[in-house]
């Protein structure tokens, strides 16, 4: 999916650094424990813990959660603009 992979870019850790968290669900590694905190508040919602639950809504009052979500909203803005543009596209051809 286009949104998840544009929110990999700025997450990732680099093959030389060593991740300070990980996700305990899909073992995705994180630079800061707070971005994992999000993370699994934002992707595993459903199933996390009630600590890890409030964990994050603390968090979310945080600056950092305004980082994360503006990318999040980024990636889903470049997402939907890409989609527009293809419909668009098909439908001049089809016309
Ligand atoms: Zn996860």
Do not use: Q
């Not at 997450?11 to 424990?33: G, I, L, W």
């Not at 508040?41 to 994050?56: K, L, P, Q, V, W």
């Not at 945080?62 to 439908?91: C, G, I, N, P, R």
């Amino acid at each position: 999916m286009p949104a998840e992979r544009a929110t990999d870019v700025e997450y990732d850790v680099p093959d030389d650094e060593t991740p300070a968290a990980r996700c305990p669900y899909c073992d995705r590694p994180f630079r800061t424990e707070e971005y994992a905190t999000l993370h699994v508040g934002t992707s595993h919602a459903e199933e996390c813990t009630e600590s890890e639950r409030n964990a994050f809504e603390e968090l979310r009052d945080d600056e950092t959660y305004d980082l994360f979500t503006f990318h999040l909203k980024a990636a889903v803005s470049v997402f939907f603009v890409y989609f527009l543009f293809t419909f668009l596209y098909a439908l001049v051809w089809s016309g």
